[in-house]
């Protein structure tokens, strides 16, 4: 079978390094980034198969559906609905059918992901203004763009078998999606399905986050305001139940939440030894955690090394927008924009509470790290514009 394994591989590996060309627009640096960021997801996908081998919830997502039927898949996926049941439906073509190894699903993934990363690129190439000037903005005399986009944890957690990927890649095409919307019904669609499956809390997220991004914006007519802000509150009732039932919260008043975000930290916490109990620390200092850490005092892993250098950047660059007073220019921003912000800032809110594991926080916040980037890109481009106009 290794055979089918190598054509696999081959096909796959093809069809994402071209992928970028069903897209136009795209001049000769943004192709060339773009392969460049091909090169490297693809680098860092096979150093996460080895990494992960023989260990970790990937490597059973593939080798569990190789020994389950479609009809036992099928019936598990209708009447428990977890997300694994999905992941293994998801899987059960190359898996089970085509009896493909791991290192082809972890090739199949690693291109998911990087199709992501296309996706955020062109939600960066459509929204941000005159984005190439980016280059000449420098940190400890790196430039911002597109040194950003090429953080190892960014790749390294969105190219394994599993949920995040799958996650990563419905949020970029949800956003993407939004900026034409008559032309992405079937993206939008498809985002959201996916994104329900595998953790519908964050399906509310983006619809709730990019709702109020709708209601927010200055540049859309009244009516439109009215359709969409009703489909969005629409689906987010439609939505919030059973994304309660799946994440096990049986109410929304305040001990309730208090109670499940106290126990889910100190679960989290005893789970490893990138573990850290924030159940004590007060809500700003859980916030800096989960953005900021871990960082240097943290470090036990390799993993945990890149990720505090990558941790000082983002810190030095949220500085940065703080530093032009770039804030002032939310006002003028799109409704992609003002729903980034919104949707971080719920994510940011939510995920602090309850995240008390360095590891776990780094998978969770790999689908906000890019949207974070977008829209730091965002606010220095037009504050370098509006001070060249000035």
């Not at 085509?98 to 199949?108: A, E, H």
């Not at 009703?230 to 919260?249: E, G, K, M, R, T």
């Not at 007073?325 to 992609?336: E, F, L, V």
Request: aromatic letters at 18%.
């Amino acid at each position: 079978m290794w055979l089918l394994d190598v054509l696999i591989c081959f096909l796959i590996l093809m069809f994402g390094i071209n992928f970028k060309k069903k897209f136009k627009g795209l001049n000769l640096r943004d192709k060339k980034i773009l392969d460049y960021l091909f090169y490297f997801h693809t680098l860092v996908g096979v150093i996460f198969y080895f990494y992960i081998i023989g260990r970790g919830d990937a490597v059973y997502y593939w080798m569990r559906t190789k020994e389950l039927t479609l009809n036992v898949l099928w019936y598990n996926l209708l009447n428990q609905g977890h997300a694994s049941d999905f992941i293994y439906f998801f899987n059960y073509l190359f898996s089970n059918t085509l009896d493909l190894s791991f290192f082809t699903g972890s090739i199949l993934y690693t291109v998911l992901g990087y199709i992501g990363l296309v996706y955020f690129y062109l939600i960066l190439k459509k929204i941000v203004p005159n984005y190439h000037y980016l280059r000449k903005l420098k940190i400890l005399n790196i430039s911002v763009f597109p040194f950003y986009l090429f953080f190892p944890n960014l790749h390294f957690w969105s190219c394994g078998v599993g949920k995040d990927t799958l996650l990563f890649l419905c949020v970029a095409l949800f956003i993407y999606s939004l900026i034409e919307l008559k032309k992405n019904i079937g993206n939008l669609s498809l985002s959201i399905l996916l994104s329900v499956f595998v953790r519908p809390h964050m399906t509310i997220f983006l619809i709730a986050g990019f709702g109020i991004g709708y209601t927010l914006s200055s540049n859309i007519t009244t009516y439109k305001k009215v359709i969409m802000s009703s489909v969005f509150v629409f689906a987010f009732f439609l939505l919030f139940d059973y994304a309660l039932n799946f994440i096990q919260l049986e109410s929304v008043d305040t001990s309730s939440i208090k109670e499940y975000a106290d126990t889910k930290a100190k679960v989290l916490s005893s789970k490893s030894n990138s573990g850290v109990d924030i159940s004590g620390y007060p809500y700003p200092l859980k916030i800096l955690t989960y953005l900021y850490r871990p960082f240097f005092f943290d470090i036990n892993n390799p993993i945990a090394v890149i990720a505090s250098f990558e941790n000082l950047f983002l810190l030095l660059l949220t500085l940065k927008i703080f530093k032009f007073k770039n804030i002032r220019h939310i006002k003028q921003a799109s409704h992609i924009i003002k729903g980034s912000i919104v949707f971080l800032l719920i994510g940011t809110l939510t995920f602090s509470l309850i995240l008390g594991n360095l590891g776990i926080m780094l998978r969770e916040k790999n689908m906000f790290t890019p949207v974070f980037i977008i829209v730091a890109y965002w606010l220095l481009s037009v504050s370098k514009l509006n001070q060249k106009q000035n």
